[in-house]
């Protein structure tokens, strides 16, 4: 797992310490690092979640400095912490933005506990070292860093450590906006999402997410005739969900760009290697959608609706046919997906009348519409980003997972989504084993929404 740990963070720092601005900007104390570690070892696994824990931590550090917060209780236990600096109030707020729970783990899985905040070959490891406390270290960090600077500002700007982002949004963002919106009303969000994304040792491209993909999961239910299983029946609902779900599992979903990803692939195919670049170059051909789906698959993914099946339930005894099994389906679908018109595409794939679709109810992210591309925080975390890296490109991005910031897009709020400085390897342990984020790196990131939040909320 660790193979050559030390020559990539090696790499790494190099890279980020040739980048023109690199004396400006790095923090230069470990406060980042140090809250992060302070913030992973409170585990605010959701569920149950205990992010009053985790807030109340924060709080201490916000009074230590004179600066006022509240917690905002949805449950017990389930706490949201906001604070502010004010500003003239020429222009309307900025909002700094992290969720305080984290997924799950395997303990056994893990090469270092997932709750000790271990730094070692220059990352720390840790559960929510990336999702979402790595960002939220850095949000912390920044707004200290404007308090003490006494900074002026036009715009407020608002901190806010969330609840329940990871699959409980009532505990969090939909708790505050339907109880405190006056505490979180907002023009502009800096949220988690986006790419600084490092290829090679260096940062090749800022990906800001501007949109994302919304969760429509749904059920897939075959319903037959129960019976003995020594004797075969053309009825049976196993047999009949599983050749359903290979027929949805397979199902390539018609290709379809937006505005986002239309710019995301024409700005990506600039950096790309040789094969991906010619694949971009011929996004119509079946023949690349294949090759996509199978060495890109998070590109692939941006360019559609997905269907993933992800639980199967049939059965109760190996001799007995059950009446009923059921499949769950993780959909993501593109935000102005027509998902009544969707379900009825699906039956017609399945072509099968002993099988059923259905939505699932509850927790539904809004398909807001997406974040504009010409906007003055849009400028300023591309212009931030080529002062910092001045190698890379900004592109507009579209998550293929969710966030926090669908919500507040759906109330009107511009909101833009980035994420601590990552290689391939680090995404991929992003809600997996040895989750970890580069202390240079997040250094550097909080530097950067330093310059952001100067840039745009500074008195000009």
Not at 228 to 234: A, F
Not at 317 to 331: C, Q
């Amino acid at each position: 797992m660790f193979v050559n740990g030390n020559r990539l963070a090696v790499l790494i720092s190099l890279a980020l310490s040739t980048s023109l601005s690199w004396a400006q900007a790095v923090v230069s104390s470990s406060e980042p690092a140090d809250i992060l570690v302070n913030l992973i070892k409170i585990n605010t696994s959701n569920p149950p979640g205990n992010e009053t824990q985790a807030a109340q931590y924060i709080k201490g550090l916000l009074t230590a400095e004179g600066i006022s917060s509240e917690i905002f209780e949805s449950a017990g236990g389930r706490g949201n912490l906001v604070a502010r600096l004010k500003g003239t109030g020429k222009a309307r707020p900025l909002m700094l933005m992290a969720h305080l729970d984290v997924v799950g783990v395997e303990r056994d899985k893990w090469t270092v506990d997932p709750f000790a905040g271990i730094i070692k070959d220059g990352y720390i490891y840790g559960r929510g070292a990336s999702d979402d406390k790595g960002m939220l270290a850095a949000n912390i960090a920044v707004f200290l860093r404007l308090h003490r600077e006494k900074v002026q500002l036009d715009r407020d700007i608002i901190l806010l450590a969330e609840a329940g982002e990871e699959g409980t949004p009532k505990y969090g963002i939909e708790y505050m906006i339907e109880n405190h919106w006056d505490k979180i009303d907002c023009e502009y969000v800096i949220n988690e999402g986006g790419a600084i994304h490092i290829q090679n040792g260096a940062v090749d491209y800022v990906a800001l997410a501007t949109t994302e993909k919304v969760p429509r999961g749904m059920t897939v239910t075959a319903h037959g005739s129960s019976g003995h299983g020594s004797i075969p029946r053309p009825d049976n609902p196993v047999v009949h969900l599983s050749a359903a779900i290979a027929k949805l599992g397979t199902w390539q979903t018609p290709m379809r760009l937006n505005d986002t990803t239309r710019a995301y692939f024409q700005k990506r195919s600039q950096i790309a290697e040789p094969e991906l670049k010619a694949l971009l170059a011929n996004l119509d051909s079946g023949e690349t959608q294949n090759k996509l789906q199978q060495k890109y698959p998070t590109e692939y993914s941006k360019l559609r609706t997905s269907i993933v099946p992800t639980i199967i339930k049939g059965g109760f005894r190996t001799n007995v046919i059950p009446a009923e099994a059921e499949a769950t389906l993780d959909v993501r679908a593109l935000p102005d997906e027509d998902i009544s018109a969707l379900i009825e595409q699906m039956n017609k794939v399945v072509n099968d009348p002993a099988i059923e679709i259905k939505r699932i109810s509850g927790n539904d992210r809004p398909a807001g519409v997406p974040s504009r591309l010409d906007t003055d925080l849009y400028h300023a975390m591309e212009s931030t980003a080529h002062k910092m890296f001045p190698q890379a490109i900004t592109l507009p991005d579209m998550l293929t997972g969710a966030t926090d910031s669908a919500q507040l897009r759906a109330k009107g709020v511009q909101a833009y989504g980035i994420s601590t400085p990552k290689t391939d390897d680090d995404a991929r342990r992003v809600h997996g084993n040895d989750e970890r984020t580069s202390v240079d790196g997040l250094k550097t990131f909080a530097s950067y929404l330093h310059d952001v939040a100067i840039a745009l909320a500074g008195t000009k």
